[in-house]
């Protein structure tokens, strides 16, 4: 796994390290500068392929924030040795960060996430009235289930693949979920897979070359958070990019939408970034490592300053 750059912390911000009972190892607080009052504190929850506690959107989070009097505390996502972390376990997690940031600057803790950390933040928020706010960016409204048919199918699209090739690959994932549910036809599923491993479409499929083992499962596959958004009480900010390729973000923003209107909440706030897709940077730009934080979307900037100072 890539190294993150050495020059990480930014002029002006103070950095320490905290303990996190239970977690894999120590977090990361970057804290307003001395006589600089705290007015709030924010825990940051990670992308499903970035676990390290110090990444791009994370270090963009401390130089945007503690500027405006907030507390930015990150941390190794905990590992699992069968696939993704569940998001339950994410979700705890994070509420245990949220409470030990709590103890270190008394004041109000919100907590950031992107992407799969988005369904693990509402879902602390559900859990737990300790949560303040919630900001996220690229948050799903779909099962990971739904999500994944969702992506692949855009990735072909967006390659110039046509509507064969795109069945071809719904049929097989669909085919593949039913065998992870530990229902499906392991021998159907064998054989889509086996044609499909030849097909240059195959290396946007995000699907192993090899049939999953048969006691292996995808536990949070059918997870539906829209239950989870109408337990939200506190206040919201969902950020998506306009050109989004990773999530459905009209079906994503609608079952927010609904769900608000279930809890008879109004306190949500949705922004679109322009020339953006599912990380907040140019449509084209990839999040990893060595994505430089200089390029992230000034639009997703300036939208995080905004709603970040009216929370004070």
Known sequence: MPRAPRDWHPRGVRSKTIALAGLDGPGLLRAPDEGLPVQGGVVALHGAALPQREQPLFEHLARVLTPLGYAVLTYERRASGSGDTPLGVQADDALAAVSALRAEINCPVGVFGFSQGA????????????????????CCGVSPAVQMRYYTDE?????????????????????LEGVMRGYGDRERAGELLATAVAEPWFALAYLSA???????????????????????TCPTLLIYGADEECVPADESKQAWQRAA???GRSDMTIVDLPACGH???AAEASADLTFPVANISADYTAALKRWFVARR
Do not use: C, I, K, N
């Not at 509402?122 to 960016?137: G, Y």
């Not at 110039?160 to 049929?171: M, P, S, V, W």
């Not at 083992?213 to 958070?225: E, G, I, S, T």
């Open 279 to 281: 990380f907040p940077a």
């Open 261 to 263: 209107r279930t809890a």
């Open 210 to 232: 090899e049939l999953p083992a048969p006691d292996q499962r995808w536990h949070d596959m059918d997870y539906d958070p829209e239950p989870t958004f109408a337990s939200v």
């Open 119 to 138: 369904w693990a933040a509402a879902l602390a928020a559900s859990r737990s009235a300790e949560v303040a706010f919630l900001a996220l960016v690229g």
């Open 155 to 175: 990735l072909l699209r967006r390659a110039g693949y046509g509507t064969e090739d795109r069945d071809r690959l719904r049929a097989l994932r669909l085919a």
